[in-house]
């Protein structure tokens, strides 16, 4: 049997879809208490996956999905700047 190198694969918490991280967005609670979106992907904190796709935002807002998978609120202005990056 041959080995399949595995690509490092993160789960929407809109969609719940496995993709490879490059094509998701990361949102982050810094360690600090603040929700960013992490365009490096290199902050540190408790980070949550997103398609690009305002579908997926719409998703992950429902239900509060991406607010429990940070443990933190949602700012406004996090909120807005994800809708204008997806649309
Ligand atoms: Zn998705």
Known sequence: MGRI???PQRICVGCQKARGKKELIRI???PDL???IDA???LSGRGAY???DLECLDLAMTGKK???ALH???PPEVVENLKAQLA
């Open 66 to 68: 991406l607010q429990r």
């Open 28 to 30: 982050v609670r810094t």
């Open 72 to 74: 933190a609120d949602l």
């Open 50 to 52: 997103l398609c690009r």
């Open 5 to 7: 190198r595995k690509i």
């Open 40 to 42: 490096t992907g290199k």
């Open 34 to 36: 603040q929700v960013k």
